[in-house]
């Protein structure tokens, strides 16, 4: 099947994906009856898995222990359980995770702590929050958020001329790299310097963005765009588009490299380099990352795609559970196999590429651990006031949206709402979302059946009497002057009453106040008064006076 992985989507998953390793000594071959299986581990939001086809194997060589999981880098810690992942790392034989309280965890490969180096975390660390990682071959870097500078494994010590510069980025490769805030962007690089890729050039002395290394190079994108190359690279660095410019650098394994421009798209260059799948044509890449035989791209909509070497490639499609949709075809379903079953779906936040295996940090939702309610009197002037229940994280931003008999109530936004005229009769509910930077949005609203539907019964209004009004004449010389209306009292306190007088029961233009004045046109006719009262979360009332004939 030729080369695409699609989306992986979210939490954490590792996928170990085979890889050449002819002349390895010590590690077995896989057993043949394994061929073509998927495995793998879930803990809480973290899975990990990998691939044992020997058909993938770039070169054609058998697929050796170390691609399936010979040091335990698909085994994710059962410390992870619960825990939110923002971003990853991958070695050549070690898994590294950051979680959401800067803590790092690392799986797989122990290193020889009694040679004086081993990967497991740095004591260090444990008092601070992390904040940014990267690791290659053995070793691996951290960045804390007091922008100081932790290796640990192979990679070797931090010099002491960063022990008072600000760091802001780190990359691994075959030397370590940071970049500082000097000069717009200053590059620093120690270690391994075989190929001179720890010698800094002044191009990559000021104005750097981003930074990024492999075995035997090191590179710097400027802000102008330009990426500058150093150590023993290979190729040249492909001209972006016309009016585009290179937003983000990765580079893997020995010269192999790709970047990203302002509108998405992906180049690769180096030691002949796989070019992108036809698939990534129409999408917008925001993540990429390089290993020694495959590079991953994250769209914006958390798309993972995933191609290597000799052509071959893996696609994944969210919503693709077989192939009676129409739009998924059987390559899509066969590629099930590669993400456990509780993955397919679920969006990606960050990728990175090893040795011969992907780890990805998968956006996970805020999550609704008690619904929300709602509170108070349905009744026509009555505020109802909504309880967000509880969510995970707990500083998630609450949003509401009030709504009548299941639509949404213009302006209704508020964790309040006072009852209208509109609502009389209908059944008021109230969708509770929650969000947060780096999760997906989350919704408790009454169409969600796991959740439930906060809502109130039928809203209802009361019913209010008044007494009997009167009416009073008021004459001169025996001919009749002035009408006068007692209003009577209604029953609910506060009532608003109003007066309409009525000309043989035809309401007399501007005739509303409680006395009205006899015109001509009154003579010969019959004159009352009709006094109605209204109360918010009530119904009205009306009654009329007696009839009071003037004398033609």
Not at 62 to 78: E, T
Request: some cysteine; overall charge neutral.
């Amino acid at each position: 099947m030729p080369p695409v992985l699609r989306p992986l989507r979210p939490g954490l998953l590792t996928l170990t994906l085979t890889a050449s390793l002819a002349g390895v000594a010590g590690l077995a071959p896989v057993p043949a009856a394994h061929a073509a299986e998927a495995i793998g581990t879930v803990v809480g939001n973290t899975a990990a898995w990998g691939d044992r086809d020997p058909a993938n194997d770039q070169d054609g060589d058998s697929v050796y222990g170390y691609a399936d999981n010979y040091y335990g880098q698909q085994d994710v810690p059962a410390d992870l359980a619960g825990k939110r992942i923002t971003a990853v790392a991958a070695s050549d034989t070690n898994s590294v995770a950051l979680d959401s309280d800067g803590k790092v965890h690392v799986w797989g490969y122990a290193g020889v702590p009694a040679n004086g180096w081993g990967t497991a975390p740095p004591a260090a660390l444990a008092s601070q929050t992390v904040t940014a990682i990267d690791a290659f071959f053995y070793g691996m870097i951290a960045l804390t958020a007091n922008h100081t500078v932790h290796t640990w494994g192979s990679a070797h010590a931090v010099p002491a001329a960063l022990s008072d510069k600000n760091v802001t980025k780190v990359a691994m490769g075959g030397a370590a790299l940071a970049l500082t805030d000097e000069a717009g962007g200053k590059v620093y690089a120690w270690g391994n310097n075989l190929w001179g890729e720890a010698v800094v050039p002044p191009a990559a002395q000021s104005g750097v963005i981003a930074i990024a290394g492999d075995r035997v190079s090191s590179l710097a994108l400027k802000a102008d765009g330009s990426i500058v190359m150093w150590g023993a690279p290979f190729g040249t660095v492909p001209a972006p588009d016309p009016g585009r410019h290179f937003v983000d650098i990765s580079a893997g394994g020995d010269n192999k490299y790709a970047a990203i421009d302002d509108a998405g798209k992906v180049y690769t260059w180096g030691y002949f380099p796989p070019a992108p799948p036809a698939e990534l044509t129409d999408e917008h890449v925001v993540a990429i990352d390089v290993g020694a035989t495959m590079t991953s791209a994250v769209t914006d909509t958390g798309e993972l795609f995933l191609w290597g070497d000799d052509g071959y490639r893996y696609i994944h499609r969210a919503g693709c559970p077989d192939t009676v949709d129409p739009s998924c075809t059987a390559a899509d379903s066969d590629n099930r196999a590669f993400l456990p079953a509780n993955v397919a779906g679920r969006p990606v936040l960050d990728v990175a590429v090893g040795n011969s295996h992907l780890v990805a940090a998968l956006q996970t939702p805020v999550t609704n651990l008690a619904p929300p309610t709602i509170s108070g009197t349905a009744r026509v002037g009555q505020t109802l006031t909504a309880t967000p229940g509880g969510w995970l994280p707990a500083d998630a931003a609450i949003g509401y949206q009030w709504r009548r008999n299941g639509a949404p109530i213009a302006d209704a936004t508020a964790s309040t709402y006072t009852l209208t005229d509109s609502d009389d009769g209908a059944t008021i509910t109230v969708a509770v979302s929650g969000t947060r930077s780096g999760y997906l949005p989350s919704t408790a609203a009454v169409s969600d059946a796991l959740i439930g539907a906060p809502r109130t019964p039928p809203v209802s209004v009361a019913a209010m009497t008044a007494t009997a009004p009167t009416i009073t004449v008021k004459t001169r010389h025996k001919v009749v002057r002035k009408l006068v209306v007692a209003t009577g009292q209604a029953s609910v306190p506060g009532a608003q009453v109003t007066v309409q007088w009525l000309r043989n029961g035809k309401a007399i233009t501007g005739a509303t106040a409680t006395t009205y004045r006899v015109t001509r046109k009154d003579r010969g006719a019959k004159v009352r008064a009709r006094v109605t009262w209204t109360a918010v979360g009530h119904t009205g009332t009306q009654a009329l006076t007696r009839a009071v004939r003037v004398p033609r």
